[in-house]
């Protein structure tokens, strides 16, 4: 069961009165900004003022060594390389700033390493090669922060090196001539530290050229927008007024490898939410499939028809890269399922020769599939690399460093990680980052709802207003409504069954809401069944008539025990992990009248989705007793889990339910003997 727990805010009704009067806001609006965190009506004001507002560059630690080594370097023109990074926050920055240091005719290249030959970050090879080039100064763009053995080569060499950053210090900083990330400034409230990589550079360039933040971004936005939304970085403060900017300027499209981009995606007018779906895939797939000189390329383009061929070629990688992570990610659900690895704390799976690019996204999409952390190792040779993802609450960073003794390297955040593992030592990996999380809290996955809405709600004035918390993302999602206790009454296909219309009814009201990706089959629930949803609204325009579009994002059952539910998921766990004491066993072991329960549940519903057995067993049976009963029946051959779907098997005689390991254990546990 990938459980999810619905979270919802506590807000002074009272004080949503005052401050909606006060700023002459919907009161919705500042309802969802008191549930956001934001305090006071400053704070509000603050979120939703217009008026661009950056932090002086200069504040950062080592901006000034860094704006004087590179002057010099322009001035008595010396080569300079930017290094960059392969994906598309690094792209961008690469981009941007090569191209400005070009516009200050600069003697400048740059490099981005390629994924499977090179690897992450400046390298010592890399190093050596550019000073055989006859560079004097390297400057990386997002990366270099724990480059201290190849900063001290390019030092050997005579060989400057600059670093701009946003990951996290491992240990000491490099010693290089300066040294530029905003995490290096954390403690300074004045300093917005959660810029990505070409926030970071397009900082360093308005300090280049003299001139404020607000002056600058109006003429690198668009660059800057693209790694911001792409890289995950919440979008709040500097970063919200970097990609407000940005998609202004993408849908002027002032930038030609931008209007070509558009144009092979099929695109008309972007946000940030379409922005990270159709353009940001395509810029990452380069890193991902072949080599990102082709995105830094078609970024830095002039030509427009030179623009069409590179954003042509990247949306064939980008067709490419989606089958081999469809095939990537149904090949490892397989393999977890076969080995059990989504009953641990921490999934780690490995196959062999995964295409390295695609791992991430693969990651991605399992945390979303199992609701935990997990990593995807690709097993090639001595050396395999892995990817992680997590969910909010465990640090994947933590773990890492808490498992560094059976890794070769690693780095990343608290989200998400990259390393490098010895082939042989996977499984010792495996269970290091086990018992790592077994020592802490790995929380459940949140649906974080900002408000409950009756269905009369869910008007088109509604989603109108919502529209001034745009630009969504990271830190600033969609707003998402809780319709709680509705009667589902109708389920219609669409587009041919790959997605669905709930029809709905609550307080006198029908209302309709789509869920997309989900086909009728796939649907744990039925007509009659009474739920609760999560949805965002949308206007919809369709021949040039407004109307709002009611979109879920998740629904469970209405009235479960959520308390008892996330007791029996940890009792289970701790079950699998082989950590459960006599309290555990005892919540979970079904007594044979439970397991008649599922039985007979199963000889009336022979072939059912097993999300919809737990669904419609809940009420009669906790969440653990129905998994162990459904296991037990698996174990003596009565029944079978094929395609996510519980079947019961031809069988003749009495089964013995007390043969089943599982029960047998169980009860062994309760009786203190492990």
Same mark, same amino acid.
């Given at each position: 069961?990938?459980?999810?727990?619905?979270?919802?805010?506590?807000?002074?009704?009272?004080?949503?009165?005052?401050?909606?009067?006060?700023?002459?806001?919907?009161?919705?609006?500042?309802?969802?900004?008191?549930?956001?965190?934001? *305090?006071?009506?400053?704070?509000?004001?603050?979120?939703?003022?217009?008026?661009? /507002?950056?932090?002086?560059?200069?504040?950062?630690?080592?901006?000034?060594?860094?704006?004087?080594?590179?002057?010099?370097?322009?001035?008595?023109?010396?080569?300079?390389?930017?290094?960059?990074?392969?994906?598309?926050?690094?792209?961008?920055?690469?981009?941007?700033?090569?191209?400005?240091?070009?516009?200050?005719?600069?003697?400048?290249?740059?490099?981005?390493?390629?994924?499977?030959?090179?690897?992450?970050?400046?390298? @010592?090879?890399?190093? *050596?090669?550019?000073?055989?080039?006859?560079?004097?100064?390297?400057?990386?763009?997002?990366?270099?922060?724990?480059?201290?053995?190849?900063?001290?080569?390019?030092?050997?060499?005579?060989?400057?090196?600059?670093?701009?950053?946003?990951?996290?210090?491992?240990?000491?900083?490099?010693?290089?001539?300066?040294?530029?990330?905003?995490?290096?400034?954390?403690?300074?409230?004045?300093?917005?530290?959660?810029?990505?990589?070409?926030?970071?550079?397009?900082?360093?360039?308005?300090?280049?050229?003299?001139?404020?933040?607000?002056?600058?971004?109006?003429?690198?936005?668009?660059?800057?927008?693209?790694?911001?939304?792409?890289?995950?970085?919440?979008?709040?403060?500097?970063?919200?007024?970097?990609?407000?900017?940005?998609?202004?300027?993408?849908?002027?499209?002032?930038?030609?490898?931008?209007?070509?981009?558009? *144009?092979?995606?099929?695109?008309?007018?972007?946000?940030?939410?379409?922005?990270?779906?159709?353009?940001?895939?395509?810029?990452?797939?380069?890193?991902?499939?072949?080599?990102?000189?082709?995105?830094?390329?078609?970024?830095?383009?002039?030509?427009?028809?030179?623009?069409?061929?590179?954003?042509?070629?990247?949306?064939?990688?980008?067709?490419?890269?989606?089958?081999?992570?469809?095939?990537?990610?149904?090949?490892?659900?397989?393999?977890?399922?076969?080995?059990?690895?989504?009953?641990?704390?921490?999934?780690?799976?490995?196959?062999?020769?995964?295409?390295?690019?695609?791992?991430?996204?693969?990651?991605?999409?399992?945390?979303?599939?199992?609701?935990?952390?997990?990593?995807?190792?690709?097993?090639?040779? /001595?050396?395999?690399?892995?990817?992680?993802?997590?969910?909010?609450?465990?640090?994947?960073?933590?773990?890492?460093?808490?498992?560094?003794?059976?890794?070769?390297?690693?780095?990343?955040?608290?989200?998400?990680?990259?390393?490098?593992?010895?082939?042989?030592?996977?499984?010792?990996?495996?269970?290091?980052?086990?018992?790592?999380?077994?020592?802490?809290?790995?929380?459940?996955?949140?649906?974080?709802?900002?408000?409950?809405?009756?269905?009369?709600?869910?008007?088109?004035?509604?989603?109108?207003?919502?529209?001034?918390?745009?630009?969504?993302?990271?830190?600033?999602?969609?707003?998402?409504?809780?319709?709680?206790?509705?009667?589902?009454?109708?389920?219609?296909?669409?587009?041919?069954?790959?997605?669905?219309?709930?029809?709905?009814?609550?307080?006198?009201?029908?209302?309709?809401?789509?869920?997309?990706?989900?086909?009728?089959?796939?649907?744990?629930?039925?007509?009659?069944?009474?739920?609760?949803?999560?949805?965002?609204?949308?206007?919809?325009?369709?021949?040039?008539?407004?109307?709002?579009?009611?979109?879920?994002?998740? @629904?469970?059952?209405?009235?479960?025990?959520?308390?008892?539910?996330?007791?029996?998921?940890?009792?289970?766990?701790?079950?699998?992990?082989?950590?459960?004491?006599?309290?555990?066993?005892?919540?979970?072991?079904?007594?044979?009248?439970?397991?008649?329960?599922?039985?007979?549940?199963?000889?009336?519903?022979?072939?059912?989705?097993?999300?919809?057995?737990?669904?419609?067993?809940?009420?009669?049976?906790?969440?653990?007793?129905?998994?162990?009963? @459904?296991?037990?029946?698996?174990?003596?051959?009565?029944?079978?889990?094929?395609?996510?779907?519980?079947?019961?098997?031809?069988?003749?005689?009495?089964?013995?339910?007390?043969?089943?390991?599982?029960?047998?254990?169980?009860?062994?546990?309760?009786?203190?003997?492990?």
């Amino acid at each position: 069961m990938n459980y999810k727990k619905w979270v919802f805010p506590e807000v002074d009704k009272t004080m949503v009165a005052e401050i909606a009067d006060d700023c002459n806001h919907d009161p919705l609006v500042v309802f969802i900004a008191l549930a956001r965190g934001l *305090e006071d009506p400053y704070e509000i004001e603050q979120f939703f003022e217009k008026e661009l /507002d950056f932090s002086d560059p200069y504040e950062l630690s080592g901006m000034s060594e860094a704006v004087d080594r590179i002057n010099m370097a322009i001035e008595e023109k010396e080569k300079i390389l930017v290094f960059g990074d392969y994906d598309c926050d690094g792209v961008t920055a690469t981009a941007l700033l090569t191209s400005y240091l070009k516009k200050r005719e600069a003697d400048v290249d740059y490099f981005v390493p390629d994924r499977e030959n090179d690897g992450y970050g400046i390298s @010592v090879k890399a190093v *050596e090669k550019a000073h055989e080039d006859g560079v004097t100064l390297i400057i990386t763009v997002d990366n270099g922060i724990n480059a201290v053995a190849e900063v001290e080569r390019a030092n050997e060499l005579g060989v400057d090196v600059v670093v701009t950053d946003h990951h996290l210090l491992q240990d000491a900083l490099p010693n290089a001539v300066a040294v530029v990330d905003p995490h290096i400034d954390e403690e300074c409230d004045w300093i917005f530290s959660d810029l990505c990589g070409v926030g970071v550079a397009f900082k360093l360039v308005c300090a280049l050229e003299g001139r404020p933040p607000e002056e600058v971004i109006y003429e690198y936005a668009d660059l800057v927008a693209l790694g911001t939304i792409a890289d995950i970085v919440p979008l709040v403060s500097e970063n919200r007024a970097i990609v407000s900017v940005g998609l202004g300027l993408i849908n002027r499209r002032q930038n030609l490898g931008i209007k070509a981009l558009i *144009e092979v995606a099929g695109a008309k007018f972007i946000t940030a939410g379409n922005a990270a779906f159709t353009l940001c895939p395509r810029i990452n797939a380069a890193g991902r499939m072949a080599n990102a000189d082709i995105a830094v390329k078609l970024l830095m383009s002039d030509n427009y028809d030179d623009a069409l061929y590179y954003a042509g070629c990247l949306d064939r990688l980008n067709a490419e890269r989606q089958q081999i992570e469809q095939d990537i990610f149904q090949s490892a659900c397989n393999i977890i399922e076969q080995n059990g690895y989504d009953r641990q704390r921490v999934i780690v799976v490995e196959g062999f020769d995964w295409h390295v690019g695609v791992i991430g996204i693969a990651a991605s999409k399992l945390v979303e599939k199992y609701g935990k952390p997990c990593i995807v190792i690709s097993a090639s040779g /001595d050396r395999s690399v892995g990817s992680g993802r997590s969910i909010s609450g465990f640090s994947l960073f933590d773990a890492l460093t808490a498992s560094s003794e059976t890794l070769v390297k690693f780095g990343g955040h608290e989200l998400a990680a990259g390393l490098t593992v010895k082939e042989d030592d996977i499984d010792l990996f495996r269970k290091t980052i086990n018992q790592y999380a077994a020592s802490t809290d790995v929380p459940f996955q949140k649906v974080k709802v900002d408000c409950r809405l009756k269905p009369r709600a869910l008007t088109l004035d509604v989603a109108k207003a919502l529209k001034s918390f745009e630009p969504y993302g990271a830190g600033n999602p969609t707003p998402l409504f809780g319709v709680m206790e509705s009667q589902l009454i109708g389920i219609q296909p669409l587009a041919n069954g790959k997605h669905i219309r709930l029809k709905l009814h609550r307080d006198n009201t029908d209302f309709g809401a789509v869920m997309f990706g989900v086909s009728p089959d796939d649907l744990p629930f039925k007509v009659g069944d009474v739920l609760d949803l999560a949805v965002t609204l949308d206007v919809n325009v369709y021949n040039n008539t407004e109307s709002v579009s009611v979109i879920v994002r998740a @629904v469970r059952k209405s009235n479960v025990d959520e308390a008892e539910t996330e007791k029996q998921l940890n009792s289970l766990e701790k079950y699998y992990s082989k950590t459960a004491d006599a309290a555990d066993a005892e919540s979970i072991c079904p007594t044979r009248d439970d397991i008649a329960v599922v039985f007979r549940y199963l000889r009336t519903h022979n072939g059912v989705l097993l999300a919809a057995l737990e669904n419609d067993l809940l009420q009669a049976l906790p969440i653990g007793k129905i998994t162990v009963a @459904v296991s037990a029946l698996c174990e003596l051959k009565l029944a079978e889990i094929s395609e996510k779907k519980v079947k019961l098997l031809p069988f003749e005689g009495k089964a013995d339910l007390d043969s089943a390991d599982i029960l047998k254990e169980l009860k062994s546990i309760k009786g203190g003997d492990r």
